[in-house]
């Protein structure tokens, strides 16, 4: 395996970054050496470039994929025109023995730049219905990997593979203890997650925030409220602790953690089944997204996991009725959730990766 490398890209929201995040030591302890192919100014550049500062990071041009007018629609094919050119010449200079891409709006040119310069390359879907970057890198693919069976009849099934869930390791060794250092919590109170996804969601979290008096006789509350979304008058609440973003410390917040409320992104509702943490789900609404959450909100609910509270019937009200009821029937989801299938690890999934590698 030495000097084999593998190329990963993916990145626009955490989602599409996580998994690769998680893999990259397990494809480094199988000999090989990994480097990054991302957009200037995504979420990726700023995630891989923190937890992986020794990884070679190679930015390139990329346009986004809109299902809406834009002016911007007009000029941003020749970005990916450009992205294209420069992803090319940097496989042709790495020489990769595979692809792995994530997906997100980046990945487009990058797998089309791997099947021309004929590297292997391995598309992973983690929701039921492929994004529209994913749709378009599929016929470039050599091996598609998905999350839900539901998928398989989406995707070439001669080329595809269902793997399940995969959760990074270190996410089940996290520490309620430190978890609550880093809040301060000095109660016993169960613990109550917010996580509006890594942009924040401003109806969730006003609906938290007038509705905090109340939470907080029943709950601490941790609030994941996204960039730019810190309410100073709420520093210093000895029961809410509310962060931006956070990385290596989620682990720790979720196993402080005993019921969550959250976005329906596949990566975290598997995570939170892993560990078994009872979710109130509010999906991202058709009018801001393609469904895919709705998708994964209501097969989670089918199968017992989750309850669903659709966005655009959250209020103030709405919200605390939701909760009220999550908190009623705890013990049932902690139930069927024990019943799931156990997830993959990241080491299984850089060995499923590796094996198509030429």
């Known amino acids: 395996m030495e000097n084999k490398t593998i190329i990963l890209t993916g990145g626009g929201t955490a989602g599409h970054v996580s998994l690769n995040q998680a893999i990259i030591p397990e494809l480094e302890k199988l000999g090989f050496r990994v480097e990054y192919i991302g957009s200037k100014e995504g979420i990726e550049n700023e995630l891989i470039r923190d937890s992986y500062p020794e990884i070679t990071y190679h930015a390139i041009s990329s346009g986004k994929l809109r299902r809406y007018f834009s002016t911007k629609n007009f000029t941003d094919p020749f970005r990916v025109?450009?992205?294209?050119?420069?992803?090319?010449?940097?496989?042709?200079?790495?020489?990769?023995?595979?692809?792995?891409?994530?997906?997100?709006?980046v990945s487009v040119p990058v797998a089309m730049a791997g099947?021309?310069?004929g590297v292997p390359v391995i598309i992973h879907e983690s929701d039921v219905t492929p994004g529209l970057a994913n749709k378009l890198a599929i016929p470039f693919a050599d091996h598609i990997f998905t999350v839900f069976k539901e998928t398989m009849t989406h995707v070439p099934k001669e080329k595809s593979t269902c793997t399940g869930s995969v959760i990074r390791s270190e996410l089940l060794d996290g520490s309620a203890a430190s978890g609550r250092e880093l809040c301060h919590f000095d109660n016993s109170h169960k613990v109550l997650m917010i996580m509006g996804g890594s942009q924040g969601s401003a109806l969730i979290n006003d609906a938290v925030r007038e509705n905090l008096d109340t939470l907080t006789k029943q709950f601490n509350i941790i609030h994941l409220c996204g960039k730019g979304n810190i309410d100073e008058r709420l520093e210093g609440h000895e029961q809410y602790c509310q962060f931006e973003y956070v990385t290596h410390e989620l682990s720790h917040l979720l196993h402080l953690t005993d019921l969550?409320?959250?976005?329906?992104?596949?990566?975290?509702i598997f995570e939170f089944l892993a560990?078994?943490?009872?979710?109130?789900?509010?999906?991202?609404?058709?009018?801001?997204s393609r469904g895919d959450q709705i998708l994964n909100a209501n097969l989670f609910e089918a199968q017992g996991f989750a309850h669903v509270l659709e966005e655009e019937q959250v209020n103030a009200e709405s919200f605390?009725?939701?909760?009220?009821?999550?908190?009623?029937?705890?013990?049932?989801?902690?139930?069927?959730?024990?019943?799931a299938e156990a997830p993959k690890t990241a080491y299984e999934m850089a060995k499923l990766v590796a094996a198509h590698a030429k």
């Open 275 to 288: 560990l078994k943490k009872p979710m109130l789900l509010i999906p991202l609404s058709k009018q801001k």
């Open 115 to 117: 099947r021309l310069a």
């Open 81 to 105: 025109g450009a992205g294209l050119t420069q992803a090319l010449n940097i496989i042709r200079k790495v020489k990769p023995v595979a692809i792995f891409s994530k997906g997100g709006f």
């Open 320 to 339: 605390m009725a939701a909760i009220e009821r999550l908190v009623a029937e705890e013990e049932q989801l902690i139930h069927a959730m024990t019943e």
């Open 260 to 268: 969550v409320v959250s976005r329906a992104g596949s990566n975290s």
